[in-house]
């Protein structure tokens, strides 16, 4: 593996921690400010959240496997 595609891997990783953590963000906002009122924005929230914090650990493991074999 070259350098731009570590480059891009680590990349990718750090774009979808900031992703994760805006969700989680969002997902704190609704809890705390607005339930009861929103709670049906919950299942919604709550699943895309899940989603990109899975994305955020597939594309870590992918740049850490990469940064083990240069």
Do not use: G, N
């Amino acid at each position: 593996m070259d350098e731009a595609e570590l480059k891009a891997l680590t990349k990718a990783a750090r774009r979808a921690k900031r992703i994760a953590s805006e969700k989680a963000m969002a997902l704190h906002d609704l809890v705390e400010d607005r339930l009861p009122a929103a709670f049906e924005e919950l299942p919604q929230l709550a699943e895309e959240t899940y989603a990109a914090c899975k994305a955020w650990e597939e594309a870590e493991a992918a740049s850490k496997a990469a940064q083990a074999t240069v």
